[in-house]
């Protein structure tokens, strides 16, 4: 594993993660709010520890997991040509975590605002950049639209994750309305993603068939 830019900047911001939650411990509530529910209310609570030390344990768990498991890929050679991509989309996939974690911190502090509203613009970056990665993926075991049917033919693999990508780009620039939407943001947000996800698994099944046709004749 080569130890570059993108895996240091990762390093930087789970050790960040830790001192933060050390540096305000003494400040948290016995009982921090952890979780939201679709109208920025709070709905889940956890102790102090867990509040301030869950997302950076979960954070350096799947650091090591996202990190090390391209490395034994069967298909390992496919996923070299994505490897600095994925390494960029691992540093914004871990700055979304880091800027969940900062609001909850903020909001245990005394802070108050709508946060679906201020999770929306992350989330739509998020699932813009989870759309332009896969449509740059080769066939492999680890990332993309894996059924069965990509899985099996490097054709159908590349056709689906072209429609695929852009169909998750589309959806996270989707989700961005819920900034003037925050009504309707959670919709905004899930409706598309589901719609890409289902729309990319058929395409997939009907390219394969397409192609089996086209081998028989």
């Not at 994505?82 to 540093?91: A, E, I, P, Q, T």
């Not at 992350?122 to 049917?149: D, H, P, Q, V």
């Not at 947000?189 to 099944?205: D, E, N, Q």
Request: positive net charge.
């Amino acid at each position: 594993m080569k130890f570059n830019k993108s895996l240091i900047i990762i390093s930087v911001i789970i050790i960040a993660s830790f001192i933060i939650g050390i540096y305000y411990y003494p400040q948290m509530p016995d009982r921090m709010a952890s979780h939201w529910d679709a109208q920025g209310n709070v709905n889940g609570y956890m102790s102090r520890f867990w509040g301030l030390f869950f997302m950076p344990f979960l954070s350096l768990g799947l650091s090591f997991l996202l990190v090390l498991l391209p490395n034994i890929d069967l298909l390992k050679k496919n996923f070299e040509t994505l490897r600095k991509s994925y390494h960029r989309f691992l540093v914004i996939f871990f700055l979304f975590l880091f800027y969940v974690y900062l609001l909850t911190i903020l909001w245990n502090l005394g802070a108050r605002f709508d946060i679906t509203q201020l999770m929306t613009p992350a989330m739509g970056l998020l699932i813009y950049c989870s759309g332009a990665l896969i449509e740059k993926a080769k066939r492999n075991w680890f990332i993309g639209i894996r059924t069965i049917w990509t899985l099996n033919s490097d054709s159908v693999w590349e056709k689906t994750h072209r429609i695929g990508g852009k169909l998750f780009k589309a959806a996270g620039v989707i989700a961005l309305l819920g900034i003037f939407f925050p009504k309707y943001a959670i919709t905004l947000i899930m409706v598309p993603i589901l719609g890409a996800a289902i729309v990319s698994v058929i395409y997939s099944f009907v390219a394969y068939r397409k192609e089996q046709n086209a081998v028989r004749g």
